[in-house]
């Protein structure tokens, strides 16, 4: 029987992460570089890591995931909103843990447009009297 892969989207500001999972050791890479040496700082590791504790399911799997847009911040949290959809594709049973801990839905901030007759987004232009 083939390997089952489980594919997912994530998307976090302007980051936009392609995750696929199949069963292995629990390693993780990202954009082929293993996640230690993607990822400088130690939070966006742990944020990556997130729902694999959450539900168990740390060395279960092996994901890969190919991530563009954005900075590191906001492609770690793509990363883990697509962890999760792959998790939910794996077993539709775990939606209640992750919905509680509130990583299914997607974090919709992003950047306002910058308007016109202001500096940018709400800042305006400064101000003098004379």
């Known amino acids: 029987m083939?390997?089952?892969?489980?594919?997912?989207?994530?998307?976090?500001?302007?980051?936009?992460?392609?995750?696929?999972?199949?069963?292995?050791?629990?390693?993780?890479?990202?954009?082929?570089?293993?996640?230690?040496?993607?990822?400088?700082?130690?939070?966006?590791?742990?944020?990556?890591?997130?729902p694999l504790e959450l539900t168990e399911n740390i060395g279960k799997f092996d994901i890969s995931v190919n991530v563009s847009g954005g900075g590191a911040s906001g492609q770690a949290g793509a990363i883990k909103h697509g962890i999760t959809k792959a998790l939910l594709e794996f077993d539709p049973e775990l939606r209640a843990i992750l919905k509680k801990s509130g990583f299914i839905t997607r974090d919709s901030r992003i950047k306002e447009r910058k308007k016109y007759g202001r500096a940018a987004a709400r800042r305006s232009f400064q101000f003098s009297k004379r």
């Not at 083939?2 to 629990?26: D, H, L, N």
């Not at 293993?34 to 742990?46: A, I, Q």
């Open 2 to 50: 083939a390997e089952q892969k489980f594919y997912a989207t994530g998307k976090r500001k302007t980051s936009i992460a392609r995750v696929w999972m199949k069963s292995g050791v629990g390693e993780i890479t990202v954009n082929k570089r293993p996640l230690d040496v993607f990822f400088g700082r130690e939070t966006s590791k742990m944020v990556v890591r997130q």
